[in-house]
Structures are given as C-alpha cells and as structure tokens.
C-alpha cells in the first residue's frame, strides 16, 4: 500500500466519523439554521461522494476531516458540514436544476448532483473550472456542467433554476440571481463584506414573485469576487 492509496477501511471509518459529526453539529447549529437534523437524502449523498478524491492525494485521510482545505489558487474546499448543511436549506426534490456559484474543486457540485436532476456551476478560475469539470466527469457525475465566468451574471441560457447556491460571499444578494430563481425557489448565500464574518442567508421566491430572506449562521467563505464594479 502506498502512501497516496491508504487502506479502505481506514477511509471508510473516517466517513462514518464525519457523519456523525455533521449530525452533531446540525444539532449544535439549530438556533441559527432551524434545522436540528439534514434530510437523509443528504446524508446519503454526504455518505456517497468520495470527498477524497477532490483534494490533493496527499491529503486523502484530512480530506475526512470536518474541516475546510486549502485546494490551491488561493481557495478552498468547503466543510462538510457547510456542505451539508447548504445542500438541506436548498429542499432539492430530484427534479431539480441547480444553479451553484463557485465550484472550486467541485465537492459541492457533486453533493448536489446526488439530490437534483441537473446542476449547473460558474468557477472565475479557468485552472479550477477545468480540472473540477475532468474529476466530475472521471467520477460519473454526467449531469453536472461546469463553466468559466463571471457567478454575477449567472447562467442566463438555462434560467430560471428551482435552487441557487453561492459558495463565495458578495457583500450583498446579487439581483440577477434572484431574477434567475424561478417562483417557489430557494437560495443559499453567505452575505459579507470582504474578510469579515459573513451570514448565511436562505433566500425564497413564493409563487408571486415575492422574495424573503432569512439570516441564518455566521460563516467564513472566500469573498466572491466581482469581474466589474457592480
Ligand atoms: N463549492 C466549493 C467551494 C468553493 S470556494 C466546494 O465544493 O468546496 C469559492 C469559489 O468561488 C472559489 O473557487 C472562487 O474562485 C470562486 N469564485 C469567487 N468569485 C466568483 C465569481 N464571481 N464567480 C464564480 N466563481 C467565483
């Protein structure tokens, strides 16, 4: 057994760890989140994915940790419990379409292709962009589609989504993507300024058009990163 391949077992006695812990802290967090437990179609799906296999092989066994990472470029692999977490404020139904800002590694992505029909997903950083797209790809996750560009515009060709999540935090919602949330959608997007404690907030649009918002947890993400002055 090499170092970059570490047994099975070990692997698999990290994931069963990190549920349970993601189970304990939803328990911890439902003053803030509302949610004391995720549906189990997100456990399942936190259960599912390889979480290993979007990080450097040399941090195969962290990749278990109940942490984020350091992906490179400067950015970095959700928490999983974050993860989790986005994925349940999102009440994604099978037939869902995602829009996700931010695919970075592509970890989120893969969670929510696991919970909805279609997910599509905006990365800034060309590098992240493509290697994300090769290793969705790699692992069979064929209703995923990655694309370079600037999350603000969002995805205007294939508007309006049942969900939307934004993985990097603007200072506020930005409009366009309410716009591109169909009525009866639901967002998840941390709001803040730049290096300062953000909120995750769980946007919905009712059947009118009518758009509500609801301040959860506070949370550190990556500032999301505007191409012009918006
Ligand atoms: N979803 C990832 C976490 C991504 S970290 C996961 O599963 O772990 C946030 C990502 O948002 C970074 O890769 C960053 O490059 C990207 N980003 C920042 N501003 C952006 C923008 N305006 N549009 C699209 N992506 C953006």
Redesign the pocket.
């Known amino acids: 057994m090499s170092f970059f391949t570490p047994d099975k077992e070990k692997l698999s006695k990290a994931r069963d760890r990190l549920l349970e812990e993601i189970a304990a802290n939803a328990r911890e967090t439902k003053n803030w989140t509302g949610r004391a437990r995720f549906s189990d179609a997100v456990m399942a799906a936190m259960a599912h994915v390889p979480r290993h296999e979007?990080v450097d092989p040399k941090d195969t066994v962290a990749a278990y940790v109940n942490r984020?990472q350091s992906?490179g470029?400067g950015?970095?692999?959700?928490q999983p419990y974050i993860?989790a977490l986005m994925s349940d404020l999102l009440d994604l139904e099978p037939t869902d379409r995602v829009l996700?800002?931010?695919?970075?590694?592509?970890?989120?992505?893969a969670v929510l292709a696991e919970l909805a029909a279609r997910v599509y997903s905006?990365?800034?950083?060309k590098p992240?962009a493509d290697q994300a797209r090769r290793r969705l790809k790699s692992l069979g996750y064929d209703n995923v589609e990655v694309s370079t560009?600037?999350?603000?515009d969002g995805w205007l060709d294939q508007a309006p989504f049942d969900a939307v999540i934004v993985?990097?935090a603007p200072e506020r919602i930005p409009q366009t993507l309410i716009q591109q949330l169909r009525p009866g959608g639901r967002m998840a997007i941390p709001i803040g300024r730049v290096h300062e404690t953000q909120t995750l907030v769980r946007v919905t649009k009712d059947a009118e058009g009518n758009v509500s918002e609801q301040a959860g947890l506070p949370v550190a993400?990556?500032?999301?990163?505007?191409?012009k002055f918006r």
């Open positions: 979007f984020p992906i470029h950015q970095t692999i959700s993860v996700e800002i931010g695919t970075g590694c592509g970890y989120q992505a905006i990365e800034t950083v992240l560009g600037d999350g603000f993985t990097a993400f990556v500032p999301m990163v505007a191409k």
